[in-house]
């Protein structure tokens, strides 16, 4: 997610960079938007903990696109969800799936997005170094931090379960989330996240599947054997705004289909390439199997679709 150029690896297509911080900005920032409701947190005293903020995530929606959605389509006038004409006394009634309004107030789940977790190296920039590589000493001690603090790391699922249905969370959540597939995730990140009895959900582009450098096939099924969440970040990093119809499938639906296979896992989730979406992209996202979606950049959730939109921050590992 990183500057173009401060990411080529020989072999494999350039993973690029989200060039604006997500939902995390720096105190000093011009950029933070008002919209945004923040809970910061800071674990003082702890080695590797002094850049790191937790935050509500999208709980402001864009007031552009209000409106309802359930898991079919738009809902009616009534505002109900999903089963809305069964009794909840039913015996066989399932849970009903919340209105969009009620997913963009449930939505307020820090989602922090590491990349690299490794030991900085010469040719590693500032920014890099900032945002995208923290070092395995500086990980765990924001591991530690977290913990410390009293958060508890939650998988998709949970998180989508408390989305549409209002299922009860931890008192402090948080989701931990890595983008791309680099092989310092299954050596470095997953063993400190067992460590800790953590889990973690792992965004990963298949393209770079067995090539120097990245996962391995087998990895992915490791991942899932260890209690992570496997989850699709396209095939090979375009951009989702610029999709033609012929990137469906290549882009969304093989991917899917691949780490399903690999993970034995349904894939579920999805994380958007530079945390970029657009409105056209949505239905195409839901089309190919995915319940929910994750952005990384300063922009509301969309009020109708917020379950398409969530937010994630920048993990600064400095």
Not at 292 to 305: F, G, R, V, W
Request: with cysteine.
């Amino acid at each position: 997610m990183c500057a173009p150029q401060e990411r080529a690896h020989e072999g494999v297509p350039d993973v690029g960079t989200n060039t604006v911080r997500g939902a995390f900005e720096r105190s000093d920032s011009p950029h933070r938007s008002p919209r945004l409701a923040r809970r910061g947190f800071l674990a003082g005293g702890l080695a590797g903990l002094s850049g790191l903020a937790l935050a509500a995530c999208g709980v402001a929606a864009d007031p552009a696109s209000s409106g309802t959605q359930n898991g079919t389509g738009t809902t009616g006038s009534d505002g109900e969800g999903a089963g809305g004409g069964e009794q909840a006394n039913s015996p066989t009634a399932q849970p009903t799936r919340g209105t969009a309004a009620e997913m963009v107030a449930r939505a307020t789940v820090p989602v922090l997005c590491y990349h690299q977790v490794r030991p900085w190296e010469a040719g590693d920039t500032s920014y890099n170094r900032s945002m995208l590589i923290i070092p395995p000493q500086n990980f765990g001690a924001q591991l530690d931090g977290m913990k410390a603090a009293g958060y508890t790391a939650i998988s998709p699922a949970q998180y989508r379960e408390h989305l549409f249905f209002g299922a009860q969370l931890p008192e402090k959540p948080v989701i931990l989330s890595f983008d791309d597939g680099k092989d310092n995730q299954i050596s470095q990140a997953m063993p400190a996240l067992v460590q800790r009895e953590m889990t973690g959900t792992f965004f990963i582009m298949t393209v770079i599947l067995g090539s120097s450098g990245w996962m391995k096939r087998d990895d992915v099924k490791r991942l899932a054997d260890a209690g992570m969440t496997v989850a699709s970040h396209t095939w090979d990093h375009h951009m989702v705004t610029k999709y033609t119809q012929k990137d469906y499938a290549t882009q969304l639906g093989e991917p899917r289909d691949l780490l399903r296979k690999l993970s034995g896992q349904e894939v579920d989730d999805f994380a958007y390439p530079y945390g970029a979406w657009n409105q056209a992209i949505l239905p195409h996202i839901a089309d190919a199997g995915y319940k929910c979606a994750y952005q990384l950049q300063e922009q509301p959730i969309n009020a109708k679709h917020p379950e398409m939109t969530l937010r994630r921050i920048l993990a600064v590992s400095t």
